[in-house]
């Protein structure tokens, strides 16, 4: 349930975050139906199946490729600079 509501409340707060406005509920709706939903019914086996070894696993692979991304991310930065993120998604850039 924590990951349902982690889902359904991030489309606000990065719009927040970014200074645009709010995504409609069907937005949410969708981006709930069609991206969550599949991933929870294609994975719940592996949680009863390995329930010690599957959240540690999950934890782990989710940092690493959010380390990777933040790594690629920072790289593209400093090789295009502003073109990289043309939105104001790194603080020095925040209008």
Do not use: N
Request: net charge positive.
């Amino acid at each position: 349930m924590l990951a349902l509501a982690i889902a359904a409340v991030s489309p606000f707060l990065a719009a927040r975050a970014l200074g645009l406005e709010a995504p409609g509920s069907a937005l949410v709706v969708a981006m709930l139906a069609f991206g969550w939903l599949p991933a929870i019914l294609l994975t719940d086996k592996y949680t009863h199946k390995y329930p010690q070894r599957y959240t540690t696993y999950l934890l782990s692979a989710h940092t690493k490729s959010a380390l990777v991304m933040a790594l690629a991310f920072l790289i593209l930065h400093l090789i295009f600079g502003r073109l990289a993120a043309p939105l104001p998604l790194l603080p020095s850039q925040a209008c």
